[in-house]
């Protein structure tokens, strides 16, 4: 276990450590906030407002007197929670049906096919946006819907890299000596398409964190006493001037997720990463 572990430390390059350490930090924020210092997202208090840090409010608090730390720590792992999800849901439903359609072909991928053009055929925000419209503050149902975004991805890759591996002569060989799907799967199909699902993978994170900040500054997503960092910077647009420093703050915060998920899909030898 303890050398696997060295193995996948030392193929890891420098733009890989630099998003663990961002996330790390992000993480390490979230448990001082939620173990230590234990914030309201919700308490107000008027008689504070845009306060300089103090005793249990280390980054001061907002328009409405609100711990800001609290609130971001709460917004990161929403955000978080959501890209785990969605990229979970994706990668496992495009694998299923990906692998599908590109080995057994048949009906199955004509419909899939077709489904997955009516898909892109819109921008993913869009379809987002519709759900949030439709179903405003619903956290089910805009885990849905960038899910749904994000399989279409999964799947047209996933589908062209399954075609390429079943139809090669060392495919052909194991299945005329008998190995079984899983065998065939694990051995041909899954090495010729993992570098791209790690890629995928990564990029889809930074983008539901994304679409997630863009529905909050729309005022479509989450609802409060959720925090959520797109809602927290239109809040506190309009007093950029009195207190820039307050919006300054959810926007690293947005900025350091999608640089890190896209540090991590940058590897010297991603290949060998999954």
């Known amino acids: ?62 328009h409405l007197g609100r711990s800001n730390s609290a609130r971001l720590a709460d917004a ?14 994706a990668v496992v439903t495009g694998l299923l049906t990906g692998v599908w359609a590109g080995w057994k072909g048949g009906w199955a991928d004509r419909v899939l096919s077709v489904w997955v053009n009516i898909v892109m055929a819109l921008p993913g925000l869009v379809i987002v946006l519709l759900f949030g419209a439709i179903f405003p503050g619903s956290f089910v149902l805009l885990f849905i ?41 694990r051995r041909h199909i899954w090495p010729v398409m993992k570098n791209d699902v790690y890629t995928l993978s990564c990029f889809g994170a930074g983008n539901a964190v994304l679409a997630l900040a863009a529905l909050g500054f729309l005022y479509v997503g989450l609802k409060p006493p959720r925090a959520e960092l797109g809602m927290m910077m239109v809040e506190l647009f309009r007093y950029y001037h009195q207190a820039f420093w307050v919006l300054i703050q959810p926007i690293v915060v947005v900025s350091m997720i999608i640089l890190s998920c896209h540090l991590l899909s940058q590897g010297k030898n991603s290949e060998e990463l999954v």
């Not at 495919?171 to 899983?182: A, K, Q």
């Open 76 to 89: 990161i792992l929403n955000s978080l929670m959501m890209a785990g999800l969605c990229v979970t849901t």
């Open 145 to 185: 819907a960038i899910s749904i975004t994000m399989w279409a991805d999964f799947f047209r890759v996933i589908r062209s890299r399954t075609m390429i591996a079943v139809r090669s002569d060392a495919f052909e060989s194991s299945r005329l000596f008998g190995f079984g799907p899983w065998y065939l799967f």
């Open 1 to 62: 276990m303890i050398f696997h572990l060295r193995i996948f430390c030392a193929q890891l390059s420098r733009a890989q450590w630099g998003g663990i350490g961002m996330l790390c930090l992000l993480f390490m924020f979230v448990l001082f906030e939620k173990l230590l210092i234990q914030g309201s997202t919700s308490a107000q208090n008027l008689n504070l407002v845009f306060s300089a840090p103090v005793e249990g409010m280390p980054l001061g608090t907002d």
